[in-house]
């Protein structure tokens, strides 16, 4: 009995990326424990929240999800024009959307249902791509990015807009339309500039000198540079890291755990670290190749690549190669939210993985 109740648990799951998944999530845990001890339970309830969630997402057929991208990403709209008129302000930006019984933020579910409602979109004109439906798609796309980048959240905006444009990518975009985008994005820039707010602007420059305010603006990256460079090889040891445990670092346990983790464990634990996110995105893409339609295709391979962009975006951000934009490191990072949207990311691409061989063409 225990044994079928086993096999009906795991049946849905795929064994490999399971395993890179579980191992991030050890990872985190461990990295967690360290940069706030009081913060683990708490973790660990956001874990095993996430882990039912994909689970349960493991086990709706493609064809479902298909039928659901619509209805998902306009209640995720709606949802995002709720937080503009009624959201919480928090820390200067308004993101959550108070329900009485508990707190939600809406772009959040933008992340999973942008994919899912463009790979819709391809796979419904699947058979009469024109430059006209990739144009559709784009303005599809910009709708939740410009909400989302109102609030402000610049981070998840985009993520947003690297959820939708590898979907647009991946359904077959020509080359020349691409190279004229971003000549095109190149020669906007001083516009886009000029409508950035003041703490956007303050990022980048800051950015590119650190220095000019090192007890104001540039004390984050400052401090996360000082704590991955003296990480060293091996690192201090866990829970040994004199940034991270006299509080020099901001936010260690969540946008800047990255710092925290190559301080105390050095080039090796950043190096297993990046090992796990190359061993996650190169299954994700395996499935991709492998999935039976279109839909399934362009879904996966932009959930994958979704995972690449998060942990880039922010080991960049602490490193001090890309602005400060507030994403937390996927899987590692402290927080229930964002690990339950990745989550259900993982249980998406193992739906696809379960399903490739019943779905028809």
Not at 28 to 40: D, F, N, Q
Not at 52 to 63: D, I, N, S
């Amino acid at each position: 009995m225990i044994r079928n109740l086993w096999q009906r648990l795991i049946a849905p799951l795929d064994p490999p990326l399971m395993i890179v998944a579980a191992l991030l999530l050890v990872y985190g845990l461990v990295v967690v424990a360290s940069a706030s001890p009081e913060r683990v339970g708490a973790q660990l309830l956001n874990m095993l929240v996430a882990l039912v969630v994909m689970r349960l997402v493991a086990q709706v057929p493609p064809q479902k999800l298909m039928h659901y991208a619509l209805p998902v990403f306009a209640g995720g709209i709606l949802l995002l024009v709720a937080v503009a008129l009624f959201g919480d302000v928090s820390k200067g930006a308004r993101r959550w959307l108070n329900l009485g019984f508990m707190r939600i933020q809406p772009s959040e579910i933008m992340k999973i249902a942008m994919p899912m409602m463009l790979a819709w979109y391809f796979q419904k004109y699947e058979t009469a791509l024109r430059l006209r439906e990739y144009l559709v798609a784009a303005l599809i796309l910009l709708l939740p990015v410009v909400l989302i980048a109102k609030q402000p959240d610049l981070g998840t905006a985009i993520l947003v807009l690297a959820a939708g444009c590898y979907v647009i990518f991946f359904a077959g975009l020509s080359w020349k339309v691409i190279i004229t985008l971003c000549t095109a994005a190149v020669a906007a820039a001083p516009v886009a500039w000029s409508m950035m707010r003041d703490y956007q602007k303050s990022r980048i420059l800051t950015l590119l000198n650190p220095q000019s305010d090192p007890l104001g603006k540039g004390f984050h990256i400052i401090q996360s540079t000082i704590a991955i460079g003296s990480g060293g090889i091996f690192g201090k040891g866990w829970g040994q890291g004199t940034q991270a445990q006299l509080e020099f670092i901001p936010e260690r346990h969540t946008d800047f755990i990255f710092a925290v983790l190559s301080e105390e464990l050095g080039l090796i634990g950043i190096s297993l670290l990046m090992l796990l996110y190359a061993l996650l995105v190169g299954r994700g893409l395996m499935i991709a190749a492998k999935a039976p339609t279109l839909f399934t295709r362009l879904l996966a391979g932009s959930i994958t690549l979704i995972f690449f962009t998060y942990a880039f975006v922010n080991m960049g951000m602490v490193s001090g190669i890309l602005p400060v934009v507030g994403l937390p490191l996927p899987f590692i990072s402290y927080g229930g939210t964002a690990l339950v949207t990745l989550f259900v990311g993982i249980g998406i691409l193992m739906s696809i993985h379960k399903h490739r061989m019943l779905v028809q063409k």
